[in-house]
């Protein structure tokens, strides 16, 4: 079974300082791991993700990921925040049950970023 | 490509009619899945579909939920009748087969019942 674990509901940051947003997951398979971004009143949009190649992940709008497997961790960072940012973001492990396709997504973490 | 497509953007509708909530997903997915967003529940999956054919249904709610994939480029999830508590952000994801792809969204639809 596969489960997500987002520390902190909710992040406060000043702008132009580091974003750090946490995931852990469990899985009994090796993970594909991803991170998603919902801006007010929007989807999901996907951001980066893990599929077992590089452990360093460049995603869109300047974050990225690192997968550490022995933390089961798959945290989230940006080394400078912008207003923009403001957005609730999840993180999402993927398992494969019965064949299917499945991505189990976490509570989400809301950041803010404020001048 | 367009994207998911999700129509309407937001109803709004009186306790007891029927809702119906249309999805396009993006040409090429075989699965589909509708998601509800609530700020008390958070994101929960309703149901899924692979080809066309209803995989799991055991998020939806109650029987007032209905799902259908008529074909491949279209989806409708229904409720009969509605309810003030079925206020929620209704999402439509698709994706391809294979564990790396992860899911493309739509831009949802805002429902309020009143």
């Known amino acids: 079974a596969q489960s997500v674990t987002q520390l902190g509901s909710h992040v406060s940051v000043s702008e132009g300082a580091l974003v750090l947003l946490r995931c852990n997951y469990s899985s009994s398979v090796p993970p594909y791991l991803f991170w998603y971004v919902q801006y007010p009143n929007q989807g999901l949009q996907l951001l980066l993700k893990y599929t077992s190649a590089a452990t360093l992940v460049k995603g869109i709008n300047g974050f990225e990921a690192e997968f550490k497997k022995s933390e089961t961790s798959f945290h989230l960072t940006k080394p400078s925040a912008h207003m923009s940012d403001a957005a609730e973001y999840f993180c999402?492990?993927?398992?494969?049950?019965?064949?299917?396709?499945?991505?189990?997504f976490g509570a989400g973490t809301r950041l803010a970023v404020h001048p | 490509d367009a994207g998911v497509i999700q129509s309407p953007r937001h109803e709004v509708t009186e306790m007891g009619q029927e809702v119906t909530l249309r999805c396009k997903p993006i040409s090429g997915h075989d699965y589909l899945f509708w998601y509800r967003q609530t700020m008390m529940r958070g994101l929960e999956l309703l149901i899924y579909f692979n080809n066309n054919v209803p995989i799991d249904d055991s998020g939806m709610p109650e029987d007032r939920f209905s799902a259908k994939m008529p074909n491949a480029s279209f989806s409708t999830l229904k409720i009969q009748p509605s309810e003030p508590r079925d206020s929620a952000v209704y999402f439509c994801a698709s994706s391809s087969s294979g564990r790396g792809h992860g899911y493309t969204f739509g831009s949802g639809t805002r429902l309020t019942v009143v």
């Open positions: 999402a492990v993927s398992g494969v049950s019965g064949g299917y396709n499945k991505l189990i």
